[in-house]
């Protein structure tokens, strides 16, 4: 019975060949569109999460804790009416106590990279210049793994480091500002106002301004010196094998070991709820262009019913059922979607190949960069069920009204 109806709803398709193009037209349109804006923007954002996810740890332990320190008397008097005032917490080095059994916890974890760092300030003083550098004290062996500063080298090399204790690697922009060079010495000020001089063993360019201008590498044991802090450490950065488990990490770590535990994707709150904000506009957009070209849908079906209405009572009078004539108004719908659907996955991967090849420079680059394309099977689902919905829902109406044509009328008044 089904074969029959599907073969109604076909004659009523190609006995309307203009409108029918029409509306799969529009179809076609709408996923190609919406497939290249959703991969394009997909991509983008896959691209910059990527790209946040490889520059920057996946999760940071600092020497703070995130909730203060509960004082004695609260724990005693825990169901009391306690009221402290004018606690000052007593002066002791910063640093996280402990931290080779925090590392050993976490390269536990299968997948899982850690290396302590001790973080610090210092100022370059050159021909009258005074230049506020972020000192980073690791040990090198392991900064292969947990940074992307080898990837970034333009100028030396990661193993001078290891090599010279006395050597400290800059990005290049703080190079050109202070006119050095590797071999060079560059004299630096630490908060006891001695004037140290190390000796540049390499230069990097992540293509962050602020960052190449004021970044340094220093040996962690260089850094607990310059500092006064032997066997200390104020921070923690961890790689995982899988960058979004990071939250789950970090709340397991910092229960354990008390120290605030900060993952990526809570540094970058704000930045993920943007890019959510802008994917349901995104798809707001270009669903409504695939709502719009579901109207000529509506349309070609409607009008079908209206000149099809004897016909249908013909149709009732020898047997039909009010769900059969449904389902062949149905029928008309599925297939003007699935062609509309299938054109348009093709157009639209063609969009999305073509925007692929498409290069542009981002500002403060000299290199060429492809647009971004994301090509999962995720996107192009979505595209499909979303013309297919749409093209259903609009054949729906049309389809009720048809099942609800009464034959004794149309043909009395034929």
Same mark, same amino acid.
């Given at each position: 019975?089904?074969?029959?109806?599907? /073969?109604?709803?076909? @004659?009523?398709?190609?006995?309307?060949?203009?409108?029918?193009?029409?509306?799969?037209?529009?179809?076609?349109? &709408?996923?190609?569109?919406?497939?290249?804006?959703?991969?394009?923007?997909?991509?983008?954002?896959?691209?910059? $999460?990527?790209?946040? %996810?490889?520059?920057?740890?996946?999760?940071?332990?600092?020497?703070?804790?995130?909730?203060?320190?509960?004082?004695?008397?609260?724990?005693?008097?825990?169901?009391? #009416?306690?009221?402290?005032?004018? #606690? @000052?917490?007593?002066?002791?080095? +910063?640093?996280?106590? =402990?931290?080779?059994? $925090?590392?050993?916890?976490? +390269?536990?974890?299968?997948?899982?990279?850690?290396?302590?760092?001790?973080?610090?300030?210092?100022?370059?003083?050159?021909?009258?210049?005074?230049?506020?550098?972020?000192?980073?004290?690791?040990?090198?062996?392991?900064?292969?793994?947990?940074?992307?500063? #080898?990837?970034?080298?333009?100028? =030396?090399?990661?193993?001078?480091?290891?090599?010279?204790?006395?050597?400290?690697?800059?990005?290049?922009?703080? #190079?050109?500002?202070?006119?050095?060079?590797?071999?060079?010495?560059?004299?630096?000020?630490?908060?006891? &106002?001695?004037?140290?001089?190390?000796?540049?063993?390499?230069?990097?360019?992540?293509?962050?301004?602020?960052?190449?201008?004021?970044?340094?590498?220093?040996?962690?044991?260089?850094?607990?010196?310059?500092? =006064?802090?032997?066997?200390?450490?104020?921070?923690?950065?961890? @790689?995982?094998?899988?960058?979004?488990?990071?939250?789950?990490?970090?709340?397991?770590?910092?229960?354990?070991?008390?120290?605030?535990?900060?993952?990526?994707?809570?540094?970058?709150?704000?930045?993920?709820?943007?890019?959510?904000?802008?994917?349901? %506009?995104?798809?707001?957009?270009? &669903?409504?262009?695939?709502?719009?070209?579901?109207?000529?849908?509506?349309?070609? %079906?409607?009008?079908?019913?209206?000149?099809?209405?004897?016909?249908?009572?013909?149709?009732?009078?020898?047997?039909?059922?009010?769900?059969?004539?449904?389902? %062949?108004?149905?029928?008309?719908?599925?297939?003007?979607?699935?062609?509309?659907?299938?054109?348009?996955?093709?157009?639209?991967?063609? /969009?999305?190949?073509?925007? &692929? @090849?498409?290069?542009?420079?981002?500002?403060?680059?000299?290199?060429?960069?492809?647009?971004?394309?994301?090509?999962?099977?995720?996107?192009?689902?979505?595209?499909?069920?979303?013309?297919?919905?749409?093209?259903?829902?609009?054949?729906? /109406?049309?389809?009720?009204?048809?099942?609800?044509?009464?034959?004794?009328?149309?043909?009395?008044?034929?």
């Amino acid at each position: 019975m089904n074969r029959v109806l599907f /073969l109604i709803a076909t @004659k009523h398709v190609l006995a309307r060949q203009r409108q029918s193009i029409v509306s799969t037209l529009g179809i076609v349109l &709408g996923v190609a569109f919406f497939l290249a804006v959703a991969g394009l923007m997909q991509g983008s954002q896959s691209d910059f $999460i990527r790209r946040l %996810i490889d520059t920057s740890p996946h999760i940071t332990i600092s020497d703070e804790f995130r909730l203060p320190r509960a004082q004695p008397v609260e724990t005693v008097y825990a169901s009391g #009416a306690v009221d402290l005032r004018s #606690a @000052k917490p007593a002066n002791e080095p +910063r640093g996280i106590r =402990g931290y080779e059994r $925090i590392l050993e916890t976490l +390269r536990a974890i299968p997948g899982t990279r850690a290396s302590p760092v001790l973080n610090g300030q210092g100022l370059v003083r050159i021909a009258g210049t005074d230049v506020a550098v972020s000192l980073s004290g690791m040990i090198p062996s392991q900064m292969r793994d947990i940074t992307v500063v #080898a990837d970034d080298m333009v100028a =030396g090399s990661i193993d001078a480091l290891a090599a010279d204790a006395n050597g400290i690697i800059i990005g290049d922009a703080l #190079a050109k500002r202070l006119a050095i060079g590797v071999g060079g010495m560059l004299p630096l000020a630490i908060g006891d &106002g001695q004037t140290h001089f190390l000796q540049v063993v390499g230069l990097f360019h992540t293509g962050r301004m602020n960052y190449d201008e004021s970044q340094a590498f220093l040996n962690l044991k260089r850094v607990q010196s310059l500092l =006064g802090r032997p066997a200390r450490v104020n921070s923690i950065i961890v @790689k995982l094998a899988d960058p979004y488990q990071a939250r789950v990490v970090a709340s397991r770590v910092e229960k354990s070991g008390g120290y605030k535990s900060v993952s990526w994707q809570e540094a970058t709150e704000d930045l993920m709820a943007s890019l959510a904000i802008r994917n349901v %506009i995104v798809y707001a957009v270009v &669903g409504a262009v695939l709502v719009v070209a579901a109207l000529g849908i509506y349309n070609v %079906i409607s009008t079908t019913v209206m000149e099809k209405r004897r016909d249908i009572a013909i149709l009732k009078s020898i047997g039909f059922h009010a769900r059969d004539i449904q389902l %062949i108004f149905l029928f008309e719908g599925l297939l003007l979607g699935i062609a509309g659907s299938v054109l348009g996955l093709m157009l639209g991967a063609a /969009l999305m190949w073509s925007l &692929g @090849k498409v290069t542009m420079k981002y500002p403060g680059t000299s290199e060429d960069y492809p647009l971004p394309v994301d090509w999962s099977i995720f996107v192009f689902l979505i595209g499909l069920a979303f013309a297919m919905g749409a093209s259903l829902s609009a054949a729906f /109406l049309p389809a009720r009204k048809g099942a609800r044509v009464n034959p004794a009328e149309i043909l009395r008044g034929s």
